[in-house]
């Protein structure tokens, strides 16, 4: 199969495409037939040479895909040869022919193009792993997501609205605030003009909000843990802003 690779590290002219064996499945995984990938941050940062893939995972780039089961062991949880599918995978995502775990495979939604359900993965999994999972967010309860017009705050703003959660976001722009309110935000805060913990706190009559969703930190822990609500939780998904 083709696949693309690095063998040095840089910008994307580093990219290359090479001749690689068709991977072998294992127990409870599927091959699927690659359509489409995702591009995320950790495949920039491995490219740059910032990632290192975990330990006997594909040194491929992508990690999330879109395409057709072409095999699988007996164990196909549902899906059957032929199935589209869409699929969060460790590595791999970048070539004719990749490996997912059955449990991270998801049918692709009607309507929804095989290039565009190639970015739904990560983004999705992510999302529902800490908002439900972890924050065991229910339905009445209230939610900040900072970087509401990020890939993964898009996701988490709109699964929460389907979950019957008031949304509250921030944004760098008034194009991105706009944006973000039009998927179902209640209010977006425009972080670089608007001081979020005042307008959180006028919003909520300063009984703050039920969960946070940050993947800023650094100066904003002390900050969200000021409008959090008895009982509330601080998700931390990432570190743009440095640690706490």
């Not at 425009?190 to 930190?217: A, H, P, Q, W």
């Not at 959090?228 to 939780?233: E, M, N």
């Amino acid at each position: 199969m083709k696949a693309i690779e690095i063998t040095k590290f840089g910008g994307p002219d580093v990219l290359s495409m090479v001749n690689r064996s068709i991977p072998e499945i294992r127990r409870g995984e599927v091959l699927i037939k690659v359509a489409a990938a995702g591009v995320n941050r950790p495949d920039i940062f491995q490219r740059q040479g910032f990632y290192k893939p975990p330990i006997g995972v594909s040194n491929i780039l992508g990690l999330e895909i879109s395409g057709e089961i072409v095999s699988g062991d007996a164990h196909l949880g549902g899906f059957s040869i032929g199935d589209k599918v869409c699929a969060l995978v460790s590595g791999g995502g970048y070539a004719q022919y990749c490996i997912a775990n059955v449990k991270h495979c998801l049918p692709i939604p009607l309507n929804v193009s095989l290039e565009d359900s190639a970015g739904l993965p990560e983004a999705l999994f992510t999302s529902w792993s800490n908002l439900v999972d972890k924050g065991k967010i229910k339905k009445g309860e209230s939610l900040l997501v900072h970087g509401g017009s990020s890939g993964v705050g898009v996701m988490a703003i709109q699964l929460a609205k389907s979950l019957g959660c008031n949304v509250y976001a921030t944004a760098g722009s008034d194009r991105k605030v706009n944006f973000v309110e039009s998927i179902g935000a209640i209010k977006c805060i425009n972080y670089r003009s608007e001081d979020f913990v005042s307008e959180i706190n006028r919003i909520t009559k300063c009984n703050g909000v039920n969960v946070i969703l940050d993947m800023v930190s650094g100066d904003y822990f002390d900050r969200n843990l000021s409008i959090l609500s008895r009982g509330g939780r601080l998700l931390i998904i990432a570190l743009l802003g440095g640690a706490f």
